[in-house]
């Protein structure tokens, strides 16, 4: 590296990786700076730099996250003469980055030679929006110069890698000559900005001021407000996600808002966000995305039905992006995270577009440009971690799970979350309900858990959560209806408002459930262009196939249930769709039966139940005894029976007992 007078390296590591650490993740967890994890950090003092590493993220990111290099081996890699050849030259780069790197097993970003050039100890590349509206335009640099002087650093847009390196460390160079002095400010055409300083106090500082001319050179603001999403996106977005899945299944996830509204309400306005602006968004997009723009479910349907198959045997892969007139932003993901991450990614691409008006109009990569980043390994490398790993037996399956707040459905929804499914919780109890979610998506990987308040005994409540699932993750492969009640008694102690009530919830409620996703499912089945079948499970009971002493009502729904669960299967069964109930035995660990105020032990302690029990423990070794395995059924015993039921094809209308033995089909 050149040498030069001006000097502000720091004294204390301690503290200056203390700081890197903040400033890191306070413009990590910025939306305005940083979407989908972009952008790099560093701290370096005479002997090492400590830069981000590849796939950590600065929202989140700790020390571990950063790779430490020597930054003599590195200053020697300035001036060094690699190959002409672009492949040749990038691995011959990425080997002598790997060499200089201190913390081995750790990828530190591209960049990391700029990084080291910059005679600062921090160091802040960021993708702003408000920088890329300026950087993405037409007239970015004579606007740059207008707004920052004349001495503001402008690099035109060169390919990632070791040239874009080289460039900005000869314009590094000249800069020093001219001005002696060190920039501070990096701006990238199509790329973003850097900030150098010797506090990070100071980084924030030129960051505010940056971002507060562009907002005043704004000359019309970005559209804001959330809008409602179209119930007709039941109608179109579950077969669109059949369309995509013939190699396995995608997740779609719809989000619409007026600046989305502004782009697919003015056709001639999308030829500015057809092509990508940054390298970032062909990462996690790709370089093109499809427009339908007709008017009717039906309509949009038979476009996209020509258009996804011409789409792939173009380009070579599917769209990840579309764009649909009335119904919104669709990101069609590997999974449920990396549908967030498009969506992040895209909106950004449109606000870009939007705010580029004020300085001259979009000024979009171009083919030479998109093909080098699709193409070149880092990227590569970078899409491969973004796209997750598959780990489980109901991988990117959306189930939604009635009564998943606790007891048994919560211990459903947790195993089936482990297996790699998007879980609905949809539950009458909005705090519970919620604190699942918050819980379930804690220990997910890339897939989800959302939370639907849902009332399953009324029928709008429930067209609401089939709403609210498709345009969350796009389709509904399984329905388990799992909420139950129970009130125990016999002829004498029953009240009618009791029975109905427990009717209501077990009986009624599953045919509201299975009446209204069924139609998801039949447009799911209808698109499939592979061998698709959709699920409705039934939690059921060992009550449902054996009568139930003082408890007649609690079994006469369940009882019920199974007739339903036959009848609604031979009718499904030309869609594909399978009908099939679950009868667990006793799951004596949940609040059904070990609640001390109001469950089942205590219950049927008062009802009288078991003859001579004085306890809840007489009447827990009461049931036990009557199990010849000698144990309760368990959550993850029953999911067993759900993963069974969804992975075969050649059953329908069954009844599927685990119950340890206590009842035993005939």
């Known amino acids: 590296m050149e040498q030069h007078s001006q000097t502000f390296l720091p004294e204390n590591d301690i503290f200056g990786i203390r700081d890197l650490i903040y400033i890191s993740r306070f413009y990590g967890q910025d939306s305005r ?3 989908a994890g972009g952008g790099n950090t560093s701290y370096k003092n005479k002997e090492k730099i400590w830069v981000k590493a590849s796939g950590a993220a600065l929202a989140t990111i700790t020390e571990e996250g950063f790779a430490v290099l020597d930054r003599s081996k590195l200053a020697i890699m300035s001036e060094k003469m690699y190959s ?33 050039v910059i005679d600062y100890p921090f160091v802040v590349h960021l993708h702003p929006t408000a920088v890329n509206g300026l950087m993405c335009a037409q007239n970015a640099e004579s606007e740059l110069k207008r707004l920052f002087g004349e001495k503001a650093l402008y690099v035109e847009y060169t390919d990632p890698g070791y040239v874009l390196f080289k460039k900005v460390y000869d314009r590094i160079k000249a800069y020093r000559a001219a001005y002696a002095e060190e920039p501070q400010v990096i701006w990238l055409q199509n790329h973003g900005v850097f900030v150098a300083a010797p506090t990070i106090a100071e980084v924030q500082s030129i960051y505010s001021q940056i971002l507060h001319t562009l907002e005043q050179a704004v000359s019309t603001p970005l559209p804001t407000g959330e809008r409602d999403t179209c119930r007709c996106t039941g109608e179109i977005l579950p077969a669109l996600r059949m369309m995509l899945s013939g190699s396995g299944l995608k997740t779609l996830k719809v989000r619409k808002n007026a600046l989305i509204k502004y782009f697919y309400d003015n056709p001639g306005k999308q030829q500015d966000i057809a092509r990508p602006f940054t390298p970032d968004a062909i990462v996690y997009c790709k370089s093109e995305i499809i427009f339908l723009n007709d008017e009717t479910p039906e309509a949009v349907l038979e476009e996209a ?48 577009a939007y705010l580029s008006h004020s300085f001259g109009g979009p000024h979009p990569m171009t083919r030479r440009q998109i093909d080098f980043i699709d193409n070149w390994e880092v990227e590569n490398y970078r899409r491969s971690v973004s796209a997750g790993i598959s780990r489980g037996r109901a991988e990117n399956k959306t189930i939604v799970i009635t009564g998943a707040a606790q007891g048994f459905g919560e211990g459903i929804g947790r195993c089936l979350l482990q297996e790699g499914a998007n879980i609905v919780i949809a ?10 979610a918050e819980e379930f998506n804690r220990i997910a990987k890339s897939n989800k858990a959302y939370f639907v308040k849902t009332n399953v005994a009324e029928t709008a409540s429930l067209e609401n959560l089939i709403h609210e699932t498709v345009c969350h993750f796009g389709a509904i492969d399984c329905f388990i209806s799992n909420a139950g009640v129970l009130r125990a008694g016999g002829l004498d102690d029953m009240t009618p408002e009791n029975f109905d009530f427990v009717t209501r919830i077990n009986y009624n409620a599953y045919f509201y459930c299975a009446k209204m996703v069924s139609k998801v499912m039949k447009l799911q089945t209808k698109y499939a262009l592979g061998d698709y079948y959709a699920d409705i499970i039934q939690i059921n009971s060992k009550s449902g196939l054996q009568g139930s002493k003082a408890n007649f009502a609690y079994a006469g729904g369940k009882f019920g249930g199974i007739g339903l669960t036959q009848s609604f299967a031979l009718e499904l069964a030309p869609h594909r769709v399978k009908v099939n109930a679950i009868c667990p035995g006793n799951f004596y660990e949940g609040p059904l039966w070990s609640d001390p105020e109001n469950g089942l032990f205590m219950q049927y302690l008062r009802a009288g139940k078991v003859p001579g029990a004085k306890t809840i423990e007489d009447v827990k070794a009461f049931y036990l005894s009557k199990v010849p395995m000698g144990k309760g059924c368990t959550p993850e015993d029953v999911t067993k029976g759900v993963l069974y039921l969804m992975e075969q094809c050649g059953e329908t209308g069954q009844a599927l007992p685990i119950t340890g033995g206590q009842v035993m089909l005939s």
């Open 33 to 35: 700076f940083v979407i």
């Open 84 to 116: 002409p050849h672009s492949t040749e030259r990038e691995e011959q780069v990425k080997n002598d980055l790997a060499e200089a790197t201190l913390t081995k097993g750790k990828r530190p970003s591209v960049e990391t030679s700029m990084h080291n």
């Open 305 to 352: 039905r020509k258009a996804i198959p011409s789409f792939t045997a173009k380009l070579g892969y599917q769209p990840k992006v579309i764009l649909i007139k009335g119904i919104g932003l669709v990101a069609a993901g590997d999974n449920a995270q990396q549908c967030d991450i498009i969506l992040d990614v895209f909106e950004d691409a449109m606000k870009v």
């Open 427 to 436: 539950d009458l109890n909005e705090e519970a309900g919620r604190a699942t």
